[in-house]
């Protein structure tokens, strides 16, 4: 059945994953074209349209020749396309250790709870923060994390707000703040955990510094 369902991709690649407590290792990215957010900060907007559509089997034999178990899938918003949880499936089949980072919006439970989820909660400063699905909180399980992109303090505010909630129903979930690159600098952000003795996670993305400049297939 998975020679016949198809996924609009707009490429496959390896490199060093720069999110996420898995920050460092080398991993392959599927990103899947589409996204139903206009996020103001966005560093992929080439996803929104372009890509060519691929079967399953053709996505994971191109993954399969980076050699690498670690696989991420990502977008765009990979939970538009109705074959993600068919390929997170097949991934893990494979023995892949299979992760998928969402927008928010969509419904997370429809994908194999074996799969790690980064479930992105949009903050004010990204103009999209009444689309975030709140009940993916409830959906979460023990390996599934939650990231923050932060443009100012005011929503880094909104996001200590949530924190309570998160570790509420997940105790263990790694939460995540990212500072929006060149808009928020990493050491005040840094200075507000600090201040306020926050146990969440301060991440930047790795890729933007080990490769600036580059926009895709990092």
Sequence with gaps: MSNRITLKI???FYSIQGESTFAGR???FIRLSGCNLRC???DTRYAYEQGED???DAIVRKAAEYRFPLVEITGGEPLLQSGTPLLVDRLLSEGCEVLMETNGSRDIG???PA???IVDIKCPGSGESHTTDLDNIDRLGSRDQVKFVLSDR???DYAKAMVGRIRARC???PILFSAVYGALAPAKLAEWIMEDRLDIRLQLQLHKYIWPGRDRGV
């Design 171 to 173: 105790p263990d979930s």
């Design 10 to 12: 707009n490429e496959i």
């Design 54 to 56: 691929w079967t399953i």
């Design 26 to 28: 080398p991993c392959v």
């Design 40 to 42: 103001v900060y966005c």
């Design 154 to 156: 005011a929503d880094y």
């Design 115 to 117: 799969c790690v989820k």
């Design 110 to 112: 429809v994908v194999n």
